[in-house]
């Protein structure tokens, strides 16, 4: 009886509460794309205390319920937009109150809806991505895309422009989403960084995107405009080092009615210095270089957007890219004790490429918003020579050659990608994917003193064939969101030496499976895991065997029988959201890998020479690696916000190296080493405005030692400073940066193995950058809703579904 009773009081109490309790719902759009946003923090106040709070779904809609009749203030807080605040009143009357569709615009100053660069680059934490938006402090760190990614978290580019994330160089470059068969060395220092909009770091990529490079993907996103009417943003830029270095770029549009015509193109050129030597420890020998490279780089993309109608967008646009440049290397070796001949070798290089990409997409809308139809073809097609002089005196062994390298690469590649939002908590995403990847290789010499085939005339051809199907599903339950997926592919790898001198072939079938988890602990708290397996297959660089580069002492060649490394990782993820658009986040991620890819180093055995070496690769057994990073954006005050970011990473890694063997001169024994090589990176970057016109940056970088197979290099650091001024109604902006400062940027290094040495190069760190920025135009963005081919987002709503 009593329990009866009280059952039915706390039944009653429910029900009244119930009856007057009301709820708040509504939509968040981005401004610029008509885009739901998803993952957008809605925080109900009561008389500016907080009282609850929600997430918006992947369609960008929110309900909070429960809420106790009253008046709130309802604010839309996005990482990287403007705050927005919109009030709701609810009554006995009106229990229910739907604010509708709220839209927010990015945190970046605005000409009558001109997209325009922001002054200070921005990081924002998705589910699967960081993105930065580059802004003038980054732009103004260099002229190519090279000189400033060691400004941006996690990413490294050392002296030859080599790029690593994470501590690892197995990652993917793409530009606008799509690959090329061009040298990512080559490709960054190609592109003007007054080119680029935005760069996504995607570590942990899902089974819809391809499985290539250990680290992840790196997406440079180049500029478009989709305004009304004719719009454009000049950048002109100069960089005062040794010699002048000029950069520059036109980012312009045109639309009218259903077709929009955009343009970006952008040059950079200038003659770059480099220095330093080599010390071998027990002959006491010395290589100097003295390096210069005049080097010119031109990037053009060009397209347009056909609106058919609400529902079906064709476009298309062509990257044309083109570098070249004349390159001088002086090396002198000397013995100041005697101990061999002093040798001096002249090397004058000429080399040019173009790398030219065709895009197709066709978009189909079904009625019901998010159920989307893809299709993508991508061609790519590259060609690059290199002419070498080289002119050697006092050796005996090696004397005055030609040679010429030529490259040619073509990459077909064909997309289908379906998107189905099955409910409001569930998605559905299929696709399939065909790609044919040929590269060949024909080097000719004129050098006859060789005893090694790869150092003679021969051609290599190196052929892919990859086809490859996923399938993901997602589901949101409140707080809590999953996606599970697979990719499946059928790969073969096709090498041709000297055309059936020497053949390899791998054939395989395997599956990529990964796993995102999400958990929303508070309106401000996100936790995110995820898995995925993924795979470095060796590239042509490091499979053919002919030589990449060469010296009186060192030559650098491929393995034609390397096989592919696979990589499990899993990664967790933490970002806090804090008051005034500030944030931080969190990461930590653990990686097993098989068959690595590493370089060895060991004595030329086809020489008489005991000094002579080579470089090259192979495959070892079984690895892992693991690290962390932290980066956060705060403002300290209105005038000063600062984006502090460290990263750590750390791989058990396996080389093998060449031991010389006590008590003789030539005789070697090959060992494997083990090391734990570690790398640790601190940046800041500080922000100081004096008004809404002049504003003064700061910009640190510390790059710890890191203990190597082959040997160890040193720690590097370097403060930059800076000013931006804006005037003619934010028309026009001046931007100066001081690079380095105290000129302490330097790669230096000590070996053990396969002798003693150390050594140290330098090159023009410091300098003075000075660029101008002009946007003109007029019309209004009101592009539709169409998949966003530009930020590599094939997705619905945010990138998990």
């Known amino acids: 009886m009593y329990l009866r009773l009280l059952l039915m009081f706390l039944f009653g109490s ?126 103004t760190a260099g002229g190519t895309a090279a000189e400033i990614m060691n400004n941006i978290p996690t990413v490294f580019v050392d002296q030859d422009g080599n790029i690593s994330l994470r501590g690892n160089q197995n990652v993917r470059v793409l530009v606008d989403g799509r690959p090329t068969n061009i040298d990512p060395a080559q490709l960054l220092k190609q592109i003007p960084s007054t080119s680029i909009k935005k760069i996504e770091l995607i570590t942990n990529p899902s089974a819809k995107y391809n499985p290539e490079g250990m680290s ?13 009417g004719f719009n454009g943003n000049l950048n002109a830029g100069i960089t005062f080092g040794e010699e002048p270095k000029f950069n520059n770029s036109l980012d312009m ?94 090397s004058s290089f000429y080399s040019g490429n173009h790398n030219d990409t065709y895009n197709l997409a066709y978009k189909h809308k079904f009625e019901k918003e998010g159920h989307t139809l893809d299709f993508e073809g991508n061609y790519n097609d590259a060609h690059g020579t290199q002419d070498g002089n080289y002119v050697t005196t006092g050796s005996s062994t090696v004397g005055n050659f030609e040679d010429r390298i030529e490259n040619e690469g073509k990459n077909i590649t064909l997309n289908l990608d379906y998107v189905n939002p099955i409910n409001e908590k569930s998605t559905l995403e299929l696709g399939a994917e065909a790609r044919i990847i040929g590269d060949e290789n024909v080097y000719t010499t004129t050098n006859t003193n060789q005893d090694n085939p790869s150092l003679q005339d021969s051609e290599y051809t190196y052929d892919n ?129 098989n068959d690595e890819i590493s370089r060895v180093l060991y004595p030329d055995e086809t020489t008489a020479n005991t000094q002579d070496l080579i470089m090259s690769f192979d495959n070892f057994d079984r690895n892992t690696s693991y690290g962390f990073e932290v980066s956060a954006n705060y403002k300290i005050t209105k005038w000063w916000d600062v984006q502090p970011a460290i990263d750590f990473s750390n791989i058990s890694q396996k080389g093998l190296i060449a031991v010389q063997v006590p008590n003789t001169e030539s005789e070697y024994e090959y060992v ?70 105290f000129n302490t940027m330097r790669y230096a290094f000590n070996a053990n193995n396969p002798f003693p040495q150390n050594g140290e190069f330098r090159w023009e760190s410091r300098t003075v950058y000075f660029g101008i920025n002009y946007r003109f135009g007029g019309g209004k963005n009101n592009a539709m809703q169409r998949r966003q081919r530009d930020n590599n987002t094939k997705q619905s709503s945010g990138g998990m579904f």
């Open 14 to 139: 429910i029900t009244l509460y119930a009856q007057n309790a009301g709820t708040i719902s509504g939509k968040v759009n981005d401004k610029a794309t008509a885009q739901p946003l998803p993952y957008v923090s809605i925080v109900v106040k009561e008389n500016g205390t907080t009282v609850t709070g929600a997430i918006t779904a992947d369609n960008g809609t929110f309900e909070i319920k429960n809420l106790p009749l009253k008046n709130y203030t309802v604010e839309v807080q996005f990482m990287g937009y403007k705050t927005k605040t919109v009030t709701a009143g609810l009554s006995e009357s009106s229990k229910s109150i739907n604010i509708g569709t709220v839209v927010i615009e990015e945190e970046a100053t605005t000409l009558n809806e001109v997209e325009i660069v922001k002054e200070v680059s921005t990081i924002e934490q998705k589910i699967d991505r960081k993105v930065i938006t580059v802004g003038r402090d980054l732009t």
């Open 216 to 228: 992840g993907i790196i997406n440079i996103i180049l500029h478009k405009n989709t305004n009304n």
């Open 253 to 346: 549009n045109y639309r009218v009615g259903k077709v929009n015509f955009f343009a970006n193109v952008g040059s950079n050129f200038g003659e770059y210095f480099n220095d330093g030597r080599v010390v071998r420890e027990d002959i006491n020998s010395r290589q100097l270089f003295n390096i210069v490279n005049d080097n010119e780089g031109y990037l053009g993309k060009f397209g347009l957007d056909f609106y058919i109608n609400d529902r079906n967008t064709i476009s298309f646009y062509t990257n044309q890219n083109y570098g070249g440049g004349d390159g001088l290397v002086d090396l002198a070796i000397n013995y100041p004790d005697g101990n061999g001949t002093n040798t001096n070798q002249i």
């Open 465 to 593: 064939y990859i086809y490859s199907a996923y399938a993901t599903f997602g589901q949101r339950f409140g707080k809590i969101s999953y996606q599970v997926g697979a990719r499946f592919e059928s790969y073969r790898a096709e090498a041709n030496f000297n055309r059936g001198a020497s053949t390899f072939t791998n054939d395989y079938v395997t599956v990529y499976p990964s796993a995102y988890f999400s958990y929303n602990l508070t309106e401000k708290d996100l936790f995110n895991f995820s898995y995925s397996r993924r795979v470095d297959r060796p590239s042509l660089e490091q499979t053919k065997p002919i030589r990449e580069f060469s010296t009186p002492l060192l030559t650098s060649l491929g393995n034609q029988e390397l096989r592919p490394q696979f990589t499990s990782s899993v990664e967790l993820n933490y970002t806090k959201m804090l008051d005034k658009g500030s944030s931080i986040s969190t990461s930590v991620f653990y990686r097993f890998i």
């Open 672 to 741: 494997i080493k083990n090391v734990d090589v570690n790398a640790f990176n601190v940046r800041l970057n500080s922000n100081f405005r004096v008004n809404d016109r002049l504003s003064f940056l700061l910009f640190g970088f510390y790059r710890g030692p890191v203990n190597g197979v082959q040997n160890k290099t040193l720690e590097m650091y370097k403060i930059d400073s800076g000013a931006r001024y804006t005037l003619l109604d934010n028309q026009m902006s001046l931007s100066l940066r001081f690079n380095d400062m």
